[in-house]
């Protein structure tokens, strides 16, 4: 079973969080983001070709952004 989907919890440094969003809805693999309230600050929906691909984007771009402080990703294993 192909990983295609993903989920990232992100903390991000104190009033950050809007501008990361802004970041992330513009890269590619990112189908989504969105600011939440509770212990993260940002939730990012992310799509790959596989489990590799996914943990290349969250490395190479979403950590990447400026305020970015922790990730913790959630890889989907259904449908």
């Given at each position: 079973?192909?990983?295609?989907?993903?989920?990232?919890?992100?903390?991000?440094?104190?009033?950050?969080?809007?501008?990361?969003?802004?970041?992330?809805?513009?890269?590619?693999?990112?189908?989504g983001?969105?600011?939440?309230?509770?212990?993260?600050?940002?939730?990012?929906t992310?799509?790959?070709?596989?489990?590799?691909?996914?943990?290349?984007?969250?490395?190479?771009?979403?950590?990447?952004?400026?305020?970015?402080?922790?990730?913790?990703?959630?890889?989907?294993?259904?449908?």
């Amino acid at each position: 079973m192909a990983v295609r989907k993903a989920y990232v919890l992100i903390l991000v440094e104190t009033g950050k969080a809007e501008s990361v969003v802004k970041a992330l809805r513009g890269k590619p693999g990112v189908a989504g983001a969105d600011m939440v309230v509770g212990p993260h600050d940002v939730v990012a929906t992310l799509n790959g070709v596989d489990a590799d691909a996914i943990a290349r984007t969250v490395v190479n771009d979403v950590q990447a952004i400026r305020g970015v402080q922790r990730t913790l990703t959630y890889m989907v294993i259904g449908d």
